[in-house]
């Protein structure tokens, strides 16, 4: 006979398929048996009696179907981790220090230039990044709570098992950088991999914590820019209109230093600078129109939510800046009777130096930023401290108002929950 008949024979037809795919590492002694012979009494002579035969057949039973509900589950874990797999390996490779990127009529830097953060530095950026996520992570395990949802809970393990490892890397990295292993080429291939993997990290954790958002407000988010990259950013799907006057608003948060970055850009065919709102190096924030700069009086690099407003008209370049509800500068002069110019890209958390491109890390926006609402015309000072102070009667901007559905993240940037008014509290 064929050396698994036998065995074949005494377990079963409905056992019989599952059981000859499981033998690949079993090892059977075989019986010869006679044609006209007793297959079962043969078999009782080299193996013992029947009833130990059937208990051995009822615990390979048991075990194929052990084996079968394991490998299902490790099939679940398998796609995750394949499609995880291909997002780090989607990512785009990290511009190199020096390597100029931009198009022909444009500089690399518009805006000038910093050296590139430190070691430690971005180290210290990685630490926090794992403890935001972990933060996260706190907020949704409190969330499947009220929400029981095994899917959850099994996606929320195997993303801890995925920021444990996260840690040892940087653990590791820091090892590597104190006894001098790594290369600078060799630094910067870790620092990809690790951050692409907080990428898509950063989007796993967005795609569990949707389930949070289905009965809130369409305005009731917040974007957060927690390292200073060239990659993480979020792109507002309107272009603005002509505009002779304008007013923009938002919520603001950052502690970042030097300079909390770029909060907004928005750039046009053959003006990268047309209207900038940017805070680099040790400079104050400033506002740029069509290259043309006014500095902000702005007090608001501490950590803290604060309410910032920027009017602006063509006529003599009049502008106002309102910080948490009352003004704190003015001038005039700047780009006066220059209109914003129509079809371009409005950029949040990085600073363009090509249409809709040429970032670069050191002018990314750190922090997080909500309620970015554009007019166009200028508000009053009323209506600038309802928005302050979160008045029942507070307006949305006519030309870009702050819902999720108006935006577009990219990069491992967040959206999550923010209610201004608790601000206020």
């Not at 996606?155 to 006894?179: A, F, G, H, T, Y």
């Not at 300079?259 to 003006?271: E, I, K, N």
Request: charged residues 20%; proline residues 5%.
């Amino acid at each position: 006979l064929p050396p698994l008949l036998p065995l074949l024979l005494l377990v079963g037809p409905a056992l019989r398929p599952a059981l000859a795919q499981g033998l690949g590492q079993t090892r059977f002694v075989c019986t010869s048996v006679p044609l006209d012979g007793d297959v079962c009494a043969a078999s009782a002579l080299g193996t013992g009696s029947a009833e130990e035969l059937k208990g051995t057949v009822l615990q390979l039973r048991e075990t194929v179907l052990q084996q079968k509900e394991t490998i299902m589950n490790q099939k679940e874990t398998i796609r995750e981790l394949t499609a995880k797999l291909g997002r780090c390996e989607s990512q785009s490779v990290l511009e190199l220090p020096g390597e100029g990127k931009g198009r022909k009529g444009f500089s690399k830097n518009t805006m000038g230039d910093l050296s590139r953060p430190a070691a430690a530095e971005t180290l210290s950026q990685l630490g926090q990044t794992l403890q935001s996520l972990k933060t996260r992570l706190e907020n949704l395990e409190q969330f499947s709570r009220m929400n029981s949802s095994s899917q959850t809970n099994n996606l929320k393990d195997i993303l801890q098992n995925k920021i444990d490892d996260l840690e040892k890397q940087v653990l590791s990295r820091v090892n590597s950088l104190e006894e001098g292993k790594l290369s600078p080429r060799n630094e910067s291939e870790e620092r990809g991999k690790i951050e692409s993997t907080l990428t898509s990290l950063h989007q796993r954790i967005s795609d569990l914590e949707k389930g949070q958002k289905d009965n809130r407000p369409p305005d009731r988010f917040q974007l957060t820019f927690p390292l200073r990259t060239n990659y993480m950013y979020a792109k507002v799907k309107k272009s603005l209109p002509e505009m002779y006057a304008f007013s923009i608003c938002m919520w603001i948060k950052s502690s970042a230093s030097p300079g909390m970055g770029t909060p907004f850009s928005y750039a046009v065919p053959g003006q990268a600078n047309e209207l900038v709102l940017i805070e680099w190096g040790n400079n104050p924030m400033e506002i740029l129109i069509n290259d043309k700069v006014a500095k902000l009086p702005f007090a608001i690099n501490d950590g803290k939510w604060h309410h910032i407003c920027v009017t602006w008209t063509t006529r003599d370049g009049v502008w106002e800046a309102y910080q948490d509800g009352t003004q704190t500068g003015n001038g005039e002069n700047l780009a006066p009777y220059h209109p914003i110019k129509p079809q371009g890209v409005l950029v949040l958390g990085q600073e363009q130096d090509t249409l809709g491109g040429g970032f670069d890390a050191t002018q990314a926006f750190v922090g997080e930023l909500a309620h970015f609402n554009v007019w166009d015309r200028k508000l009053s000072p009323g209506e600038v401290y309802g928005l302050a102070t979160c008045s029942s009667k507070a307006l949305a901007g006519n030309v870009i108002a702050w819902a999720e559905a108006n935006i577009d993240i990219y990069g491992g940037a967040t959206k999550w929950t923010f209610e201004a008014c608790r601000q206020l509290n």
